[in-house]
């Protein structure tokens, strides 16, 4: 299931693509995720929580078949009628997300594909490539908002003030942050899409492809759907937080706890195979699939032969 794929497999997720025929709830799995892992709202008891349609810690972003560039999800400037930043749901959620840095948040795109994802999302795309740890520990990437401040001291103010009005509770990191380095991805963002592959949507280009994890979620329980018991009944994760927020970036951070000679030979020879073809897997699948190794073992699975035939059917596209 998808919730044991996150839970067990926490790694270096990009982009989760949820991909299978409709109506076998995709994007409902994203809520669920959510729910379970909710350590912000506060719940009676468990039925409260999974009637909470809208936990703090999820969005759901219904991607439009009009959208061809970054101003649909990270907004622009206007200077109709006055100066001001259009904001969008993506960013408010973002800046949610910093405000709550030791909970995962669950971004959800609907459709995924009704546009050009390589159009709509380039400045996300472009954000993640840039991943590192700065000197003083932080989790840092490219900003996909420029510094505040460089918008002039009173739009800058103007910008603040809207997520106030919006009921956010920033911390004055959070706050110097957005001024200084501007609005960049936070380490406990997981962003995951749904698709339906038909005559109304786009293909992925490799660019979009390189940078996620792809699940088919194909097949339908029926028998279990009638009593109540498919596979979206997930535990609460809440205790399990950490492993969705605080997963390494880089496989030189776990190389030497796992047979990583073993997961290179195993590359190359997929590269073997792939030979003569444009599928051939890079340095950045060379990246994950040591870390989905290494988080394999921290889990306690341990098992190189099953971790690697996931890594395999989530990250070789037909």
């Known amino acids: 299931s998808v ?3 996150l839970l067990n497999r926490s790694s270096d997720l990009e982009i989760i693509l949820l991909a299978g025929i409709s109506g076998t709830g995709k994007s409902r799995i994203v809520r669920k995720l959510a729910q379970a892992t909710d350590d912000i709202d506060t719940f009676i008891n468990d039925e ?3 009637k909470c349609s809208r936990p703090t810690n999820f969005e759901l972003i219904q991607v439009k078949p009009n959208w061809h560039n970054s101003m649909d999800v990270v907004g622009f400037q206007s200077n109709i009628p006055i100066p001001h930043y259009e904001f969008t749901p993506f960013v408010d959620f973002v800046v949610k997300a910093w405000c ?5 948040f669950f971004l959800c795109l609907d459709e995924m594909n009704l546009a050009p994802v390589e159009e709509y999302f380039a400045a996300f795309l472009s954000a993640i490539e840039s991943r590192s740890i700065g000197e003083d520990g ?9 510094p505040f401040d460089s918008f002039g001291s009173e739009l800058s103010g103007e910008m603040m003030n809207h997520f106030v009005e919006m009921g956010y509770d920033l911390p004055k990191n959070v706050e110097t942050r957005l001024r200084k380095k501007g609005l960049t991805l936070p380490k406990n963002l997981i962003v995951m899409g749904t698709v339906n592959m038909d005559e109304t949507t786009f293909s992925f280009s ?3 492809l390189d940078r996620a994890m792809s699940i088919e979620m194909n097949e339908v329980d029926y028998d279990g759907f009638i009593e109540g018991k498919t596979e979206y009944n997930i ?3 809440t205790e399990q937080n950490s492993l969705f927020v605080n997963r390494p970036i880089s496989a030189q951070e776990v190389k030497d706890g796992i047979e990583v000679q073993n997961v290179m030979n195993f590359l190359k020879g997929v590269n073997d195979i792939l030979e003569g073809t444009p599928f051939k897997l890079g340095y950045r699948a060379a990246n994950e699939a040591i870390l989905y190794v290494a988080a394999d073992k921290v889990v306690g699975a341990d098992n190189l032969n099953a971790a690697l035939d996931e890594f395999t059917l989530m990250k070789i596209h037909s």
Request: net charge negative; proline share 12%; glycine share 0%.
């Open 3 to 5: 919730s044991a794929f």
């Open 48 to 50: 409260d929580r999974w």
């Open 100 to 104: 709550h840095e030791n909970t995962p």
């Open 138 to 146: 932080e989790f840092e990437t490219d900003p996909i908002i420029k």
């Open 206 to 208: 490799r660019k979009v």
């Open 235 to 237: 535990p609460i994760l």
